[in-house]
Nanobody, 127 residues
Framework: QVQLVESGGGLVQAGGSLRLSCAAS????????VAWFRQAPGKEREFVAA????????YYADSVKGRFTISRDNAKNAVYLQMNTLKPEDTAVYYC????????????????????WGQGTQVTVSS
């Protein structure tokens, strides 16, 4: 397993931007796909974006496509989520997670495929 720490959350007005970071420790991080999930109060945790171990393949939820961008810097053991044109419905706790399987070409998008999770960072978008 790897250890993950998210940062970069905060309060922003609708239409604004935030950049979330996920810092990882552990020797196997660079061989793992990483995903961002979010959970709003009273709702289930939902998939936001994922990137495979090399950074060559990314997936996005329809609700964030065109507004969010996931990227990674394996030299820094980090994954990022650039969030633009934020909406009040983006308000949630955002979690990064690392794949339980190494070197998977297509990044998974369901929580059961991830075995390492960060503590989460709160994103609040005001209208």
């Amino acid at each position: 397993q790897v250890q993950l720490v998210e940062s970069g959350g905060g309060l922003v007005q609708a239409g604004g931007s935030l950049r979330l970071s996920c810092a990882a420790s552990g020797r196997t991080f660079n061989s793992k796909a990483v995903a961002w999930f979010r959970q709003a109060p009273g709702k289930e945790r939902e998939f936001v974006a994922a990137i495979n171990w090399s950074g060559g393949i990314t997936y996005y939820a329809d609700s964030v496509k065109g507004r969010f961008t996931i990227s990674r810097d394996n030299a820094k053991n980090a994954v990022y989520l650039q969030m633009n044109t934020l909406k009040p419905e983006d308000t949630a706790v955002y979690y990064c997670a690392a794949d339980q399987t190494s070197l998977r070409m297509l990044p998974p998008r369901v929580t059961s495929e991830f075995d390492s999770w960060g503590q989460g960072t709160q994103v609040t978008v005001s209208s």
